[in-house]
């Protein structure tokens, strides 16, 4: 029992490392929109094609992966996961075109959606059913993390690639056009990536016995929950709330710009950075009230509330929208581990195939995003970002009616 307790410990922090660098690789696309723009001469709507690319990758791959991680196991998927990261990020490095950001992004999506199928389940096996709901809110609190430095270090590579910089930056100065200096984070991204495949080639990767209902299954078993009502229902949060949380990060920079003449470079990448930070931070209070309250309750308050901060953001004076962004970050933090936890604990068997279902559902970062800007060409980025009031109200609207069979574990339940 001892040496299962600490096998499970090391893969629920393997994990949460996976969701750190999958934060540092996913969430850099909000403060790089201005510079698409602006580099590339690109209108709102093809600006947000960029991030439709990435995300698409979850809709196209995430049922796949399932089928990948039932054939080779976890550690092979997740190396592949990294191998295609490094392929995409080198790609746009040496190539920063739009046509090149487009197919970059998309492998790089592809590698991250893979990453997600694999350790969604591993995640829930590692800590126990009952812990799942608190252990997604840790692993949210460290892609928050992650997605807080993401930000900083654009900016700090903007500010410092030169030719008169030290010699890193001059190498990275030689190695991007020197109109467009913000490519240097895809060097970044590469050396990341790399680092993690020799991470996972050389660690000793303790092997987790998944129950006939952890894995992917097979095509029927997929068929016969997609006539189910409530797998739709789940996701569609998912999906709602991924476009959610991407449709406000990816805009908040140049909201900032456009309505209040902030430099994207500056306070539009601090925006976005603090709206990250400030979700880590919402995790870590999340954590603590998920072993207080039931997460149903939780998820309905912090909805509220994330509506509320929009509402803030999107009509408030500069000042205010500058503040209320970062605290849509805060309000939105419960959400991903409170819908995927209600969601896999809302069924008895087959999770490996839910998951990837669920995990399909990451498309909504995708389409909401895309459909802001088409909008935003339209008539206004405001009002294309009032898609969000739709998209959190669906999220909301699971705390009233999930009814999971396991509910999460609070102080004091007996286990």
């Keep these: 029992m001892a040496e299962r307790s600490q096998r499970s410990r090391f893969i629920v922090g393997l994990v949460f490392l996976m969701f750190f660098v999958l934060s540092l690789l996913t969430n850099i696309l909000g403060p790089i929109i201005p510079d698409i723009i602006d580099s590339f001469h690109v209108s709102l709507a093809a600006a947000a094609f960029l991030p439709f690319s990435f995300f698409l990758a979850y809709g196209v791959l995430s049922i796949p992966a399932g089928f990948l991680v039932d054939r080779f196991t976890e550690k092979p998927v997740m190396v592949a996961s990294f191998v295609a990261a490094l392929t995409g990020a080198l790609g746009f490095a040496a190539r920063p075109t739009y046509a090149m950001a487009i197919v970059s992004l998309f492998t790089i999506g592809a590698g991250m959606a893979i990453l997600q199928v694999a350790i969604n389940p591993l995640l ?70 790399a680092a993690v495949v020799v991470l996972l080639g050389v660690i000793r990767f303790p092997k987790i016995q998944r129950t006939e209902e952890e894995q992917a299954g097979k095509a029927e078993t997929y068929a016969a929950m997609l006539r189910r009502g409530m797998v739709w229902a789940y996701f569609v949060c998912i999906f709602a709330y991924v476009g959610s949380e991407q449709g406000t990060a990816d805009w908040i920079s140049k909201f900032l710009m456009q309505y209040h003449g902030f430099d994207p470079h500056t306070v539009g990448a601090s925006a976005v950075s603090w709206y990250w930070g400030m979700m880590t931070a919402g995790c870590f209070l999340g954590m603590i009230l998920l072993k207080m309250f039931d997460s149903r309750r939780v998820l309905l308050v912090f909805a509220a509330c994330a509506l509320v901060a929009l509402t803030a953001a999107l009509f408030g004076s500069a000042t205010v929208s500058r503040c209320a962004f970062p605290a849509i970050g805060f309000f939105a933090s419960i959400m991903w581990p409170t819908v995927i936890s209600l969601g896999l604990n809302s069924v008895k068997e087959h999770h490996g195939s839910f998951a990837g279902i669920l995990c399909t559902g990451i498309v909504g970062g995708a389409v909401v995003p895309l459909v802001i800007g088409k909008i935003g060409d339209a008539v206004g980025l405001r009002w294309g970002m009032l898609v969000l009031y739709l998209t959190f109200g669906c999220v909301l609207s699971l705390g009233v009616w999930a009814k999971p069979i396991v509910t999460n574990a609070k102080f004091g339940d007996q286990h």
Aim: net charge neutral; glycine share 8%.
């Design 124 to 193: 829930r096996v590692a800590g126990g059913e009952e812990h799942f709901a608190f252990n997604e809110a840790v692993a949210q609190f460290v892609f928050g993390a992650g997605s807080f430095l993401s930000p900083l270090i654009y900016a700090y590579m903007i500010s410092h690639v030169s030719e008169s910089g030290g010699p890193l930056m001059r190498m990275f100065a030689r190695a991007t056009p020197a109109a467009m200096r913000w490519v240097s984070i895809y060097w970044i991204f590469a050396a990341i990536s």
